[in-house]
């Protein structure tokens, strides 16, 4: 077991923050992982993933534990439908190309979102029309107190918009070793509903689109809008789309007419924080090293050499110009280390 002393997590966060852990191992194994949740010369121990969504605002003064496990297997499957159980620690991207390979249909609308499987529950990431939750099965998590697996089916993760049972009361109790996924052989149920998809497939001039193609098209749209963690430091869609009241969405519309929104249900409406940021002036604004991408108010970047401290002031700081002009209130929908 090598675990490391005083060790930079820069490499290991998409924002490029350089930030100290206390200790740091590596993850490969279940009786590994026991191994280390047992260790009392490690009371505060911090699990690590694909680092794409934190926000690192100062050093973490415990042992980081990055979750490396591996592998892709079929657990269930039928003429109609395939079950997969994928290792936490696989990167989601890759799993998404991995099942169109297949011909397997349900992750489509998920490409390019960044981080590792693992963490996807947590967030129930969601784009275009699809969340995880429409596709998931179940998944295994680790008691951190008690060393023992514990499986969560559908209803037991409570999930809710980039929401889970793991951001509530199940937080810091579980480490998620690996996720079920059903997915579909055929007859594959297909999202194009988003205007951006359907733009997209037309310009190619595709009118009878294969999983493939969505895609291919999400792929496009995410590229057009968010930039490359790789050319400049960033962890996506840093805050949620705020879900407000048919009350305040009718008032806001009568001031703003080309405000942009989706219909939750009857009572209420969710608004673009993108929309909501840009309307302050944010976008393309930097402030030193931290900054909002230029493209995509939604998105905080790292210019070089920002500092998480530095990040989070600037998004406090958009969060209070939206809630004085809008009277909207809108979270971080990364998780915040402070």
Same mark, same amino acid.
């Given at each position: 077991?090598?675990?490391? !002393?005083?060790?930079?997590?820069?490499?290991?966060?998409?924002?490029?923050?350089?930030?100290?852990?206390?200790?740091?191992?590596?993850?490969?194994?279940?009786?590994?992982?026991?191994?280390?949740?047992?260790?009392?010369?490690?009371?505060?121990?911090?699990?690590?993933?694909?680092?794409?969504?934190?926000?690192? *605002?100062?050093?973490?003064?415990?042992?980081?534990?990055?979750?490396?496990?591996?592998?892709?297997?079929?657990?269930?499957e039928n003429e109609d439908e395939v079950v997969l159980k994928v290792m936490a620690g696989e990167n989601w991207h890759d799993l998404v190309l991995w099942t169109l390979e297949k011909g397997y249909g349900g992750l489509e609308?998920?490409?390019?979102?960044?981080?590792?499987?693992?963490? *996807?529950?947590?967030?129930?990431?969601? *784009?275009?029309?699809?969340?995880?939750?429409?596709?998931?099965?179940?998944?295994?998590?680790?008691?951190?107190?008690?060393? !023992?697996?514990?499986?969560?089916?559908?209803? *037991?993760?409570?999930?809710g918009y980039r929401d889970s049972i793991f951001k509530n009361e199940a937080k810091g109790k579980y480490i998620i070793t690996s996720v079920s996924l059903k997915l579909t052989k055929k007859n594959h149920t297909l999202n194009?509903?988003?205007?951006?998809?359907?733009?997209?497939?037309?310009?190619?001039?595709?009118?009878?689109?294969?999983?493939?193609?969505?895609?291919?098209?999400?792929?496009?749209?995410?590229?057009?809008?968010?930039?490359?963690?790789? !050319?400049?430091?960033?962890?996506?869609?840093?805050?949620?789309?705020?879900?407000?009241?048919?009350?305040?969405?009718?008032?806001?519309?009568?001031?703003?007419?080309?405000?942009?929104?989706?219909?939750?249900?009857?009572?209420?409406?969710?608004?673009?924080?993108?929309?909501?940021?840009e309307q302050c002036g944010f976008k393309g604004k930097r402030f030193g090293d931290a900054g909002v991408h230029e493209k995509q108010a939604l998105v905080l970047v790292n210019h070089g050499n920002a500092s998480g401290e530095?990040?989070?002031?600037?998004?406090?700081?958009?969060?209070?110009?939206?809630?004085?002009?809008?009277?909207?209130?809108?979270?971080?929908?990364?998780?915040?280390?402070?």
């Amino acid at each position: 077991m090598n675990i490391q !002393e005083n060790i930079s997590l820069k490499n290991h966060n998409t924002f490029g923050i350089e930030a100290k852990a206390k200790a740091f191992v590596e993850i490969n194994g279940l009786a590994q992982l026991q191994k280390v949740l047992e260790l009392k010369a490690y009371p505060n121990k911090f699990i690590l993933s694909g680092g794409s969504n934190i926000l690192l *605002a100062k050093d973490v003064d415990a042992l980081v534990m990055h979750i490396n496990l591996k592998g892709i297997s079929v657990v269930e499957e039928n003429e109609d439908e395939v079950v997969l159980k994928v290792m936490a620690g696989e990167n989601w991207h890759d799993l998404v190309l991995w099942t169109l390979e297949k011909g397997y249909g349900g992750l489509e609308n998920l490409s390019l979102i960044p981080g590792n499987v693992g963490t *996807a529950p947590i967030q129930n990431i969601g *784009a275009y029309g699809v969340e995880l939750k429409d596709v998931f099965e179940s998944c295994a998590a680790m008691e951190i107190a008690a060393g !023992e697996l514990i499986a969560f089916d559908n209803d *037991a993760c409570k999930f809710g918009y980039r929401d889970s049972i793991f951001k509530n009361e199940a937080k810091g109790k579980y480490i998620i070793t690996s996720v079920s996924l059903k997915l579909t052989k055929k007859n594959h149920t297909l999202n194009t509903g988003y205007g951006a998809i359907e733009d997209e497939l037309k310009k190619n001039e595709i009118v009878y689109p294969t999983i493939r193609d969505i895609s291919n098209a999400v792929i496009a749209i995410r590229q057009s809008k968010l930039p490359d963690p790789k !050319e400049i430091g960033n962890s996506g869609s840093f805050f949620k789309n705020p879900i407000i009241s048919k009350k305040t969405y009718q008032k806001l519309k009568k001031e703003k007419p080309d405000l942009p929104s989706y219909k939750v249900d009857e009572d209420h409406y969710k608004i673009p924080a993108g929309w909501l940021i840009e309307q302050c002036g944010f976008k393309g604004k930097r402030f030193g090293d931290a900054g909002v991408h230029e493209k995509q108010a939604l998105v905080l970047v790292n210019h070089g050499n920002a500092s998480g401290e530095e990040l989070l002031k600037l998004a406090e700081q958009i969060q209070n110009t939206v809630s004085q002009r809008f009277k909207i209130q809108i979270s971080p929908e990364v998780n915040v280390i402070k």
